[in-house]
């Protein structure tokens, strides 16, 4: 099984007068070969046309360009690279460019881990650069039945000619962004299982598939699907799931593959996440709740708004929305409506005994994470212990010599399927109790690969600070941070 963890987008600089500096988006997917015996990766990117300076050429079209380099790195030393340029399609008219640049490299890889870092440079104006950084694991065990990273399609069609998008008698283009905005209305996506055969040999699988809510591991809208195959040395599942009332959020495509016993062989999930401004969910009917006879009816309407701020870790993005806008009205009754419903969704039976046992984590993270000026479940270590619970390890200092105070948490296992997850605190200001969030493994979350270079004060020449190319940090005499952060 692999893990890909989500791409980091850092704009370097931007010289032009476009409306737009240059974006870069990478996605990476670890499949293994069979013929070879060997995994293989793909790296998937996407650059908005809209953002490329566009020059005429010979044929007096408009024509952009830009400079490609990927570099995969293997633990701590380049593994190898590819440098290539990249050509936009001919156009007449540079006035309305809605395209995506896309594109698609294949790289053989031992297994490890690996960080791939993209470079991309616009040719008709060097000074407008992006890069994207992405760690990924790659494992496959032979012995048993796994699944390859989740592949997100844009669209396909049967192979006509083969090209470097061929798969399977398919033409797969993918879907380099993990954000669904409103105008997509499905989530399609290609993986392939490994193994089954030595698993389940004669056997049917029933592989499922399904998207479920990030934070509760919940499937999410009724989008659960399976179907049936006869266990091979490789099982394909090619399908796509309708979102078109899926409401904003962050979400996980899972997909499972069990044997005729329902004992699960293996899994894989993808986090992706929604922006839907048109989704017809239970909010709307949200108005229409009678709380006459349950427990918000006895809170008083100016500890309505607390209590709504309070759930704010817990709420998927588009509840964050209701809430705002409910807080924003001053309608105390929609706001006690709006909470009844958040804590039945979570515990359909006893709703109000699932708020208190939250309400008293809630009032452990003000006491030990509140600031002069915020309450605790504001401040970056309270919404990361309400939203994920308890750490199972923290480390840090207060007083490391050159270091400002932090601390690393550890989550051994996150929402089931993330394991050994790690937060980096660091605290600027000395007078406060307020630690921001740096650094993060957790999908979705802040990922910086410099992180380390901003817990210290000092030693920035010796660290190679000023270099930003420079990624990993020289440890510093007397310092335990890569002790803290790589042995726990």
Known sequence: ???????????????????????????????????????FVETYLTVPGFELTYV???????????????????????????????????????????????DL??????????????????????ANQAEVNQGMNIFFDRSKTSISDIELVQSYTPTADKNIYSKNGYDIKPFAFTLFPTSVNKVGFYTEIYHADKAA???????????KHAQQNEVANDLFRFTKQKAAPVNILFSELDITDLPTGNYYLEVQVKNKKNELLAGQ???????????????????????????????????????????????????????????GSNDTLLMKQ?????????????????????????????????TQIEYGFETDRGRVYLQYGPPNRIDGHQHESGAYPYEIWQYYTIGG????????????????????LIHSTARGELNDPRWQFKIFKTFKETSNYY???????????GSDVENYYENR
């Open 201 to 211: 040999p004669d056997q049917d699988l029933v592989i499922t598939y399904a998207v």
């Open 269 to 327: 999930v993808e986090f992706f996440q929604r922006l839907n401004k048109n989704s017809s969910t239970e909010l709307n009917n949200i108005a229409m709740i009678d709380v006459n006879d349950k427990f918000v009816k006895w809170i008083p309407g100016d500890s309505m708004k607390y209590y709504c701020m309070s759930i704010m870790p817990r709420a998927e993005l588009y509840e964050r929305e209701y809430i705002q806008r409910a807080m």
């Open 467 to 477: 270099n930003l190319d420079e990624e990993k940090f020289h440890d510093i005499y």
């Open 105 to 126: 490299r294949r790289v053989s890889l031992p297994e490890g881990d690996y960080t791939v870092q993209l470079r991309v440079k616009d040719l008709n104006d060097v």
């Open 1 to 39: 099984m692999t893990t890909c963890l989500l791409a980091t987008v850092i704009i370097i600089s931007s010289a032009t007068l476009k409306a737009q500096p240059l974006h870069a988006f990478m996605r990476n997917c670890a499949f293994l070969s069979m013929k070879t015996d060997t995994p």
């Open 417 to 436: 399927n993330q394991s050994n997850v790690k937060f980096v605190f660091c605290n600027y200001n000395l007078a406060s109790n307020e630690y921001k």
């Open 56 to 102: 005429k050429n010979e044929n007096g079209k408009f024509e952009g360009a830009l400079d490609i380099t990927l570099l995969y790195i293997r633990d701590t030393s380049l593994y190898t690279a590819d440098h290539y340029v990249l050509r936009t399609p001919e156009i007449a008219d540079t006035s309305n460019i809605s395209f995506n640049i896309l």
């Open 338 to 370: 709006f909470f009844y419903n958040f804590w039945k969704k979570r515990n359909n039976d006893d709703p109000y005994h699932e708020w208190v046992d939250y309400n008293k984590m809630v009032d452990a993270v003000n006491y030990n994470y509140g």
